[in-house]
């Protein structure tokens, strides 16, 4: 049986205590190490261990990298049945600390006070922090202030009703924050303005409320309250507009290295089709490449940030997006001819992969090739299964670590069509 504990290494030996039995599996809580690894570290954050944000900040970073590389082979040899797999070696973060320009403050009353953190592992129980040595040191001096402002001061007022505060930051050093509240807040919009003067680096403050549940970090409407609605983020030579909302990536610096793998792979692409293209991150840099590209995403409001991003660029005549389901859009006769004229297809889904109607749509398309992108390499072995069942060969996979001291690995897979009826 699988027994599931935080804390120990792979190649250590522990005693634990079982908490709770399952029909396949139990879950443990570490008692003591028994055998210790040599490639364990220190941790570096106070509340590691409690904090669900970073899993492995115990294990040595070059043993990190090693570790995900053999999550990915092994998932692809387990799960997509894959002999031998080209698994290369992952791809290092520049930034191994302060490297995240996003976060997503949960915010609590407390005695009166403000507490702000992040979620206990496996549970939404608060864990206060004043500050936190993943995100960029800008955003890490937000949380402190927002954890020590009273409720006589501006930001003190602006948070009196949150219940979360997202923030993202540019590397020009320019960072937008959305406040999220149950309803339409006043004191927010009283205290906005204030509020922007006693951030530094501070372009805008929005208001995000009307959220679908309690826990959910952004409301389904917002107001601009103070300030700009985004920043400036550049990759290559390619400028994107980001406001807190966008689908756009945590960790820009290992982007730019994904942007350097794929580009060897799409040269002399005629039209590519980039699915689930959030913000259009890769449609325009095919679209830079000269392809002609259409991105499909179903949220809209990513889809009207792609646009605009792509007439920033002037490469709004070689990209076209539709806001549809990715799985239904490739049933369609639009989705049919567009595949069909493919010689690239990217997919970038959501955690939880791609779906069998796509999937099928592109072996019935055959394109040449096709780059997927995956941060689960379970569901991106399952994908690639059917892929390689119906003619496609799997060239190799690049890991990437996007997401350094956490158990979680971005994979870039190269498919070719090889079979021939």
């Known amino acids: 049986m699988v027994v599931f504990c935080f804390g120990p290494l792979p190649g250590e030996r522990a005693a634990v205590r079982v908490t709770a039995c399952k029909p396949s599996y139990a879950i443990a809580e570490l008692e003591r190490l028994l055998e210790v690894s040599p490639a364990r570290a220190q941790p570096f954050c106070p509340v590691f261990g409690t904090c669900g944000g970073c899993q492995v900040q115990h294990l040595a970073y070059g043993a990190q990298l090693t570790w995900k590389r053999e999550l990915v082979s092994s998932a692809l040899l387990r799960i997509g049945g894959i002999q031998s797999p080209d698994v290369r070696e992952t791809v290092p973060a520049p930034a191994i600390r302060n490297y995240r320009n996003k976060m997503a403050l949960v915010v609590e009353r407390r005695d009166g006070k403000n507490a702000v953190g992040f979620y206990r592992a496996r549970s939404h129980e608060i864990v206060p922090i004043d500050a936190c040595p993943a995100v960029d040191p800008?955003?890490?001096?937000?949380?402190?202030?927002?954890?020590?402002?009273?409720?006589?001061?501006?930001?003190?007022?602006?948070?009196?009703?949150?219940?979360?505060?997202?923030?993202?930051?540019?590397?020009?050093?320019?960072?937008?924050?959305?406040?999220?509240?149950?309803?339409?807040?006043?004191?927010?919009?009283?205290?906005?303005?204030?509020?922007?003067?006693?951030?530094?680096?501070?372009?805008?403050?929005?208001?995000?409320?009307?959220?679908?549940?309690?826990?959910?970090?952004?409301?389904?409407?917002?107001?601009?309250?103070?300030?700009?609605?985004?920043?400036?983020?550049?990759?290559?030579?390619?400028?994107?507009?980001?406001?807190?909302?966008?689908?756009?990536?945590?960790?820009?610096?290992?982007?730019?290295r994904i942007f350097a793998a794929v580009e060897p792979e799409i040269s002399g692409t005629v039209n590519a089709v980039d699915l689930y293209c959030g913000m259009g991150t890769f449609s325009l840099l095919f679209a830079q490449h000269g392809g002609r590209t259409i991105g499909v995403e179903e949220n809209r409001h990513a889809i009207d940030e792609a646009r605009a991003n792509a007439a920033r660029n002037g490469l709004d005549r070689r990209v076209e997006f539709f806001a549809a389901r990715v799985e239904d859009w490739t049933q369609t006769a639009q989705g049919r001819a567009a595949l069909a004229r493919a010689d690239t297809v990217f997919l970038d889904p959501p955690r939880k992969g791609s779906d069998a109607a796509t999937l099928r749509a592109l072996c019935e398309a055959r394109v040449a090739r096709v780059l997927y992108l995956s941060c689960d390499p379970a569901t991106l072995a399952r994908d690639l299964r059917v892929l390689v069942a119906n003619g496609y060969a799997l060239r190799n996979v690049q890991p990437f670590d996007m997401f350094p001291q956490t158990g979680h690995v971005e994979s870039l897979a190269v498919l070719s069509y090889v079979r021939e009826d």
């Open 138 to 256: 800008l955003l890490s001096e937000y949380v402190g202030r927002f954890a020590h402002a009273t409720s006589q001061e501006p930001l003190g007022i602006a948070l009196a009703e949150a219940t979360h505060v997202v923030a993202r930051q540019s590397r020009r050093g320019e960072a937008i924050i959305s406040i999220t509240t149950p309803a339409r807040s006043q004191k927010l919009e009283h205290a906005a303005h204030e509020a922007l003067a006693a951030l530094p680096g501070a372009a805008g403050i929005a208001n995000s409320y009307e959220p679908r549940s309690a826990n959910a970090v952004a409301g389904r409407r917002s107001r601009q309250l103070a300030g700009r609605g985004d920043v400036e983020e550049t990759i290559g030579n390619i400028v994107y507009r980001v406001s807190p909302a966008s689908f756009f990536q945590i960790n820009v610096a290992v982007v730019e």
